[in-house]
């Protein structure tokens, strides 16, 4: 058994089983997070002995007083506070910081009895897009060690995409699960703003952030958010979400809990390979001036596996996304200013030495602390709340926003999803874009206006572009998690995208360049087939 190829629900399946004990499972992920991530480092902390312990403590409960995911592991965004385990947002200034509770996605996951193998690397205070803003290691994509796995959750995407882990939290405040997700080639998701609770998620910007999983595959992605979408009365943004969600291709309850392998189209109008009578709309804006030629070309190959699975595609404008960036950065540089006013060395966290008095302390403290990312933020932030500048910056901004929110419900009210290209480009070279952070700022252009809107967004690898993964975001109304995870599953299926990274002696040959698959299709016909699609992406 290669621990390298399991998804979470094949690990409940080997539980359940009792093909191999959860103390088994946790071993084999632990020893493949000893053998790759010397090279990926997508962890922050290895929490070995604790996650020993906790696969034991279920392997030791009775059958009857088991959880469904009892025993299977997972791994977290530093950004997440553990009770007892140091919580850094991979920053000097929380260096040492251990919580004393659990962030309520986190108690959520405990009390499902999941195995905690550790914390994740990630930008700074989730302020990037390329995790080499962390404060103590950069981490690298799995498909080329050269490359960014995108941010701020570069870590949590790269350990699924590694196989160190069948699965993992982060935290989306622009784009932070959804572009990393695309990057390294995994299944990423941001649901509804106030869907999951924000309790226990160190904030960034608290009207755009939002918790949500990585996963290998939808039908994973789809069972962790059920797990943590739940209604939280100490959180007052949060609405949760209808539930139990239909996990599609999983075992029915009362069956096995096992994933099948590859699904085939059950007739019926509830065909999970099927988006008969489905409106896709792709964004114009989107089209193939800003993507890279490779990105544009799997784009096409996606609108025409929407067709063949009995969609209908259309071409979409939103004229308002333009002003997505600049109005992004006044609101979230402008909370952030807020929100991390609190880390003053105080309370908790570094604390400058040799400082002659109070004041002296704070500036060293926060000096010292904060990486130069999390310092411009503050201080753009700060400048657009300042008396002479709050109308022409901040209030302008908020008003861009509710354009842009009215410009999504327009057109919604022609389509019942969205699509366009997670990411405009492929991972970039390390290093590329540090010294330019309007390069980098680009890198989520896609994505930021899900954030703003609070709407639920989700990648899913579409294919490849230089034998470098290409992501397709999938957007839909308020609380229509359930419409995505179904029309995902189903252009994952029928694209069937290798997800393996050739790292380790495990995963997949490096796909040709542009391909959109390298592996058999479910019936629905070959995604790369001509079939005169109306919206076409061109480069």
Request: net charge negative; with cysteine.
């Amino acid at each position: 058994m290669d621990v390298y190829d399991l998804t979470a629900y094949e690990c409940r399946r080997l539980i359940e089983s009792r093909e191999a004990s959860s103390e088994e499972l946790t071993r084999m992920f632990l020893d493949r997070i000893r053998e790759v991530d010397g090279e990926v480092q997508a962890f922050l902390r290895v929490a070995e002995d604790d996650a020993v312990a906790q696969a034991r403590a279920a392997d030791a409960k009775r059958p009857e007083e088991r959880g469904a995911w009892e025993g299977v592991p997972i791994a977290l965004k530093d950004v997440l506070c553990t009770k007892g385990v140091e919580t850094t947002c991979a920053s000097r200034i929380l260096e040492g910081y251990i919580p004393p509770f659990d962030g309520t996605v986190v108690r959520l996951l405990r009390e499902a009895g999941l195995v905690f193998l550790g914390k994740l690397n990630m930008d700074e205070f989730a302020m990037g897009s390329s995790t080499e803003n962390s404060a103590f290691h950069v981490t690298r994509n799995p498909w080329d060690l050269d490359r960014v796995p995108g941010g701020s959750s570069g870590g949590s995407a790269a350990a699924v995409a590694a196989g160190e882990t069948p699965w993992s939290l982060g935290s989306d405040t622009g784009g932070s699960i959804r572009q990393p997700a695309s990057l390294c080639g995994v299944v990423g998701m941001k649901p509804t703003y106030g869907a999951v609770s924000r309790l226990g998620l160190i904030a960034f910007a608290s009207s755009l952030d939002q918790i949500g999983p990585f996963a290998r595959t939808v039908e994973d992605a789809a069972a962790l958010l059920d797990l943590i979408a739940v209604r939280d009365p100490y959180d007052q943004t949060s609405l949760g979400l209808p539930r139990p969600l239909r996990i599609p291709g999983a075992t029915p309850p009362g069956g096995s809990g096992g994933a099948p392998g590859r699904a085939e189209p059950i007739p019926g109008s509830d065909n999970p390979l099927s988006l008969n009578g489905k409106r896709v709309g792709f964004i114009k804006e989107y089209g193939g001036e800003i993507c890279e030629p490779g990105v544009a070309q799997v784009m096409n190959t996606c609108l025409r596996t929407i067709e063949k699975l009995g969609g209908t595609c259309v071409e979409v404008s939103l004229p308002s996304v333009e002003r997505c960036l600049a109005a992004f950065y006044i609101i979230a540089t402008a909370e952030c200013s807020a929100n991390l006013a609190r880390f003053d060395g105080v309370r908790y966290g570094h604390r400058a030495e040799h400082a002659d008095d109070l004041l002296e302390m704070y500036v060293r403290t926060r000096s010292e602390g904060f990486g130069p990312e999390v310092k411009r933020r503050i201080m753009i932030g700060t400048f657009a709340l300042s008396s002479g500048y709050y109308d022409a910056y901040y209030a302008q901004a908020q008003r861009a926003r509710t354009v842009i929110s009215r410009d999504f419900e327009k057109a919604f009210a022609e389509v019942d999803l969205l699509v366009s290209p997670t990411s405009p480009t492929v991972a970039f070279k390390l290093g590329e874009r540090t010294a330019d952070p309007l390069a980098m700022y680009l890198s989520d252009l896609c994505t930021i206006p899900v954030n703003l809107a609070g709407l639920p967004g989700l990648s899913v690898p579409a294919g490849f572009a230089d034998g470098l993964p290409v992501g397709l975001q999938i957007i839909g109304p308020h609380f229509s998690e359930q419409s995505l995870i179904d029309a995902a599953y189903a252009l994952e299926q029928s694209l069937g995208v290798p997800t393996r990274p050739p790292l380790g002696g495990g995963g997949a040959p490096t796909p040709a360049s542009g391909t959109a698959t390298t592996a058999p299709r479910a019936a629905g016909g070959s995604a790369g087939g001509d079939t005169g699609a109306d919206a076409e992406v061109r480069s």
